[in-house]
């Protein structure tokens, strides 16, 4: 080995790691279920050497799956070249990202680019505030992020409640009710926030003219309408962004994503239309590693494989699938399969999700439980029908081991 290779100390079996992971990390995840070593494509090993289909995508995130040679390509050559410079300067990769993401949104968008998910929605936060109103509209089951910022806008108050005073004033409405939504919203509201599929609530899809009522609702009073696509944007749901389907739709005035475009690597971005794209002018909002040109040369490439492999058709005709394969299984267990594209909820009877989840993980499938009675699939983009496949034989057996909770 050159002194120019990095090599971690002894590894050592899952339980070894799990003790000192244990002593040396703050509690916020609670105990890890695995520890895993290597990814490649659609599957991860366990420290323990064992084999797992990954249809949790790192929560979205891996749209290209593990270790794919396009982004490993473009991060390393970047890094390699010129791997970070500052915000006082700009890079090429920069400004292409930019551009490519600029054209999902609609005419005249522009990007602020961040790290994560929250600092998107932080710098769109901070753009409501320049309209000159307050308050803002979320929704009952959102999540939008945990910084002190974002979570005021997420709904969950176990999340929130110990962390208040958070800043206001945020109305949370019922969500998919445009009854309700018209109701809130008045000249006071600075921007009505959503997701177009709620994600860490369950997977909850409202209904198609949702999110045009909500533009029309919006306009009327002069207030943002900020869509919240970190989880289901970048393919996810088998277009670039879920509020526009066919590339088509409703022009909002701010769109935040992250998860699935930097395939791992971390980036997010806060793209901003018309007016809300001039609302925050020089010395109004800041950060160091956002726009970093090899997280922008992890985000081109996504964008490239998925558009020259031809994922975004992939995902549609092959979710729609897998959702009625899991459907017709006709277990009693199951009530309700609902999502869209690779963002599958699977809504069970009872609370039994937790239970499948650990059983699917022995069984070598990750998936999660984002509710006690709700399984979430999000597989990586390049999955295909046949490894799916795997799963849905897998699934009875996994329902009927977990049973019903005592
Ligand atoms: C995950 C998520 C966030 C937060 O993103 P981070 O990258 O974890 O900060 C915000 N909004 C939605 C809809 C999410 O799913």
Redesign the pocket.
């Known amino acids: 080995m050159s002194e120019n290779e990095l090599e971690l100390h002894d590894v050592g079996s899952q339980a070894s790691v799990l003790t000192r992971y244990t002593d040396a990390m703050i509690n916020t995840f609670g105990p890890p279920k695995r520890v895993f070593v290597r990814g490649e494509g659609v599957h991860v090993w366990d420290a323990d050497g064992r084999k797992y289909l990954d249809l949790l995508s790192g929560?979205?995130v891996l749209g290209l799956g593990h270790a794919h040679p396009l982004v490993t390509s473009a991060i390393m050559s970047q890094l390699s070249t010129l791997g970070h410079v500052s915000n006082f300067f700009a890079t090429p990769a920069q400004v292409e990202l930019a551009e490519r993401l600029t054209g999902f949104v609609g005419e005249g968008a522009k990007v602020f680019f961040a790290n994560?998910?929250?600092?998107?929605?932080e710098a769109a936060f901070k753009i409501t505030r320049r309209t000159g109103r307050r308050r803002i509209i979320s929704t009952v089951g959102?999540?939008?992020?945990?910084?002190m910022g974002?979570l005021a806008l997420t709904h969950n108050p176990k999340y929130r409640e110990p962390f208040e005073p958070l800043p206001g004033d945020v109305t949370f409405v019922e969500y998919g009710d445009l009854d309700a939504l018209a109701a809130a919203v008045d000249e006071s509201v600075a921007a009505v926030i959503l997701?177009p599929i709620?994600?860490?609530n369950g997977v909850i899809v409202p209904a198609d003219d949702y999110v045009t009522g909500a533009r029309e609702i919006t306009r009327e009073h002069g207030a943002l309408l900020w869509i919240?696509?970190?989880?289901?944007g970048i393919g996810r749901t088998g277009d670039w962004l879920a509020h526009r389907p066919g590339g088509e739709g409703i022009v909002a005035d701010i769109v935040?994503v992250?998860?699935g475009l930097g395939n791992g690597f971390?980036i997010?971005a806060c793209l901003a239309t018309g007016r809300a794209a001039d609302l925050l002018q020089p010395g109004a909002h800041g950060t160091t590693f956002g726009g970093n040109p090899v997280a922008a040369m992890a985000g081109l490439a996504v964008l490239s494989a998925i558009e020259r492999d031809g994922l975004l058709a992939h995902v549609r005709t092959t979710g729609e699938a897998f959702a009625q394969q899991l459907r017709d299984l006709g277990h009693p267990a199951i009530t309700e399969v609902r999502g869209r594209g690779f963002l599958l909820g699977v809504v069970l009877t009872d609370a039994r999700a937790a239970a499948v989840s650990d059983l699917a993980l022995d069984a070598g499938f990750v998936i999660n439980a984002p509710r006690p009675d709700v399984l979430r699939l999000a597989p990586p983009l390049i999955t295909t029908a046949e490894q799916l496949g795997t799963f849905v034989s897998a699934l009875p057996g996994l329902l009927d081991a977990a049973g019903e909770p005592s």
Do not use: C, M, Y
């Open positions: 929560l979205a994560s998910g929250t600092e998107a929605n959102a999540f939008h992020g945990r910084s974002a997701e709620q994600g860490e919240d696509e970190v989880q289901t935040t992250a998860k971390p997010g």
